[in-house]
């Protein structure tokens, strides 16, 4: 049975599907044309990629500004080619000719002002600071779109506490998927002033990207079966290189940044053979660290920060596990076994290094809410006079950028329950703060976290609710949204306006 015949015999009817975003007004179907319907993309004819390259270190964005705090720089959004085949070229859209786009490196404390010029053909676009702290008129959200030739200057400055791993991708209306998968996302790391993490660990970015191609060598369009689950490629790169090597000496501590940046695949991770203690999530550091680790779980666009101990000479990998996100139709991609990363131990043991202290930093008690809000997101298929109708909703809408869904005030702490009734997987993402997480409910099971730590996403699994506790102290319109950028697009999301 095909994927199509799949889908339509659940509802028993045979007009197409279509989301049921695309049919309301507002929402268009671009992007989507030349859609595959049918056959997805098969597996024979994936090309190989070339393996076993030294992990890159992705370039950093160059900083015009002479003055101390200050960091000023231009990103161009344009498409371009890569090389990911020998050979064969492939279209990409780029930030400043690179895909992932250039890391931003600044302290806490730094004023930031970047230019942003839009020469995407005739596609909206804007940049989302993803996790950041910033005014809602800079946060490049929906609601200020840069249109194609045009350009503008996002400013802002991060507070002292805002150190940690985050990132930047477009957040236009209906396009951010398509945009983000051909290569528009990039590393965001805030350095913190004075960090409790020894140097001599360094710092290594690994950014998780997700890659389809043709076997001509192009990215395909997104089918049906992309929309509803997500697109997931065939291919995890890592700083843009499949299976790349990083070599480290037997014995040596080394910090890691991992970031999800693809449109839509969960990463379940292990690191057989290394002892992992996890220091950061989301919004940076945890209060103290977690030893003896022994996987690592990642949804779409959240951020670990690990220390890694390598005691024995040899290769390790890291290795995607099992995990079941709930799927759609047929063609559930095997995503378990897959070596994202190979590190090579060298013989010898590495020079004494500092301990980890024992405590990173203090994350504040929000206290207690003032209001309690709650959120349900659903699935939907039905019938309408256009054919047959998929929706994914928050509670019972569609996204309207003209409608403001949640009236909150700046400086309020919140309760907010996400229940999640749908039959998939959906990773909830807040703009504007970071969030805690209280608890979880799954069929009437109540556990709360074992650490505190800051959030901006949090993956809510089907049939679950998860409570977190939240405050925004910035005014103006936010976005929350599920952070499969194909759910996003079609209308899984909402707006809250924070009252000054
Ligand atoms: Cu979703």
């Known amino acids: 049975m095909n994927r199509r015949s799949f889908l339509l015999a659940g509802a028993a009817m045979l007009s197409p599907l279509r989301p049921a975003a695309a049919q309301q007004p507002g929402h268009s179907m671009h992007g989507m044309s030349g859609m595959d319907m049918g056959g997805g993309h098969v597996p024979a004819a994936i090309p190989a990629l070339p393996e076993g390259a030294f992990l890159p270190d992705l370039p950093r964005l160059a900083n015009r500004s002479q003055q101390a705090g200050v960091f000023e720089a231009e990103l161009t959004a344009a498409p371009a080619s890569a090389s990911f085949v020998p050979g064969l070229a492939t279209p990409i859209l780029a930030y400043n000719g690179i895909a992932p786009g250039p890391v931003i490196e600044v302290f806490e404390g730094d004023r930031v ?44 400055e991060l507070p002292i506490g805002s150190a940690g791993t985050y990132w930047y991708h477009p957040h236009p209306h209906g396009k951010t998927a398509s945009q983000v998968y051909r290569g ?49 490629g065939d291919h995890v790169l890592v700083n843009g290189q499949k299976n790349p090597v990083l070599t480290v000496a037997q014995g040596e501590l080394r910090r890691l940044r991992l970031l999800n940046a693809t449109n839509a695949r969960f990463l379940r991770l292990s690191l057989a053979g290394a002892n992992i203690t996890l220091i950061g999530s989301d919004g940076g550091l945890l209060e103290t660290p977690v030893a003896d680790v022994d996987e690592l779980f990642l949804a779409p666009a959240e951020r670990l920060e690990i220390v890694a101990r390598f005691d024995r000479p040899g290769t390790v990998s890291l290795r995607t596990l099992a995990y079941d996100r709930g799927w759609m139709g047929p063609n559930r991609p095997d995503e378990a076994g897959m070596d994202l990363l190979t590190v090579r131990v060298t013989e010898g043991l590495a020079s004494s290094q500092p301990s980890l202290p024992g405590r990173l930093r203090p994350i504040r008690d929000l206290g207690q809410p003032a209001v309690t809000r709650r959120f349900v997101f659903t699935e939907t298929m039905s019938m309408s006079a256009g054919g047959m109708e998929m929706g ?28 999640n009734q749908a039959d998939m997987d959906h990773p909830f993402h807040l703009h504007g703060t970071q969030f805690q997480i209280v608890e979880r409910e799954s069929e009437g099971r109540v556990t709360k976290p074992a650490f505190r730590a800051l959030k901006d996403t949090v993956n809510v699994r089907r049939g679950e609710t998860v409570r977190i506790l ?15 950028l194909e759910h996003e697009d079609l209308g899984m999301m909402g707006l809250v306006n924070v009252e000054a």
């Open 113 to 156: 002002s970047i230019t942003f010029r839009n020469r995407l053909p005739d596609q909206e676009s804007t940049i989302h600071w993803h996790g950041l702290p910033v005014p809602a008129d800079q946060d490049g959200n929906p609601k200020s779109p840069v249109r194609a030739g045009d350009e503008r200057t996002y400013s802002f």
């Open 184 to 232: 528009l996302a990039g590393a965001f790391v805030v350095k913190a002033t004075d960090d409790p993490i020894p140097a001599t660990y360094g710092d290594t970015l690994l950014v998780f990207t997700d890659l389809r191609l043709a076997p001509v060598g192009t990215m395909p369009e997104s089918t049906m079966a992309d929309l509803m689950n997500g697109r997931v």
């Open 392 to 419: 994914f909703l928050i509670n019972g809408a569609a996204f309207d950028m003209n409608r403001v869904d949640v009236a909150s005030k700046a400086g309020q702490v919140e309760l907010w329950e996400i229940a």
């Open 470 to 484: 939240l405050r925004q102290d910035l005014p103006g319109p936010r976005m929350y949204h599920c952070h499969i």
